[in-house]
Nanobody
Framework: QGQLVESGGGSVQAGGSLRLSCTAS????????MGWFRQAPGKEREGVAV???????VYSDSVQGRFTISRDNSKSTLHLQLNSLKSEDTGMYYC?????????????????WGQGTQVTVSL
């Protein structure tokens, strides 16, 4: 199965940092594109970052230079390091496995999602 279990998240002040983790239950992360997405209250879900099978990464403009997606292949764990957090980064963060091998198709093709972890950034 493609179960994904998230951890991390929490409440921090603006300018602070958090690290999110997402562990796959039964497969190697290198065999799929993997992504992080977020949804703020009252807003649609949006893409944050995607990592491909080779480890290449793509970020949304809003987080470029502040967030880093990475993976620990030995632990089948995907990470998202969030630095220089802003209040607008507040939301529920989800990891997902992309069924399609394409950055722009990750969200629409995602076949497994983590349970979500809340990130709250206060001023």
């Amino acid at each position: 199965q493609g179960q994904l279990v998230e951890s991390g998240g929490g409440s921090v002040q603006a300018g602070g940092s958090l690290r999110l983790s997402c562990t796959a239950s039964s497969y190697a992360l290198t065999t799929y594109y993997m992504g992080w997405f977020r949804q703020a209250p009252g807003k649609e879900r949006e893409g944050v970052a995607v990592i491909d099978k080779k480890g290449n990464t793509v970020y949304s403009d809003s987080v470029q230079g502040r967030f880093t997606i990475s993976r620990d292949n030995s632990k089948s764990t995907l990470h998202l390091q969030l630095n220089s957090l802003k209040s607008e980064d507040t939301g529920m963060y989800y990891c997902a496995r992309c069924a399609a091998s394409a950055y722009t198709s990750c969200e629409v093709s995602a076949d497994y999602w983590g349970q979500g972890t809340q990130v709250t950034v206060s001023l």
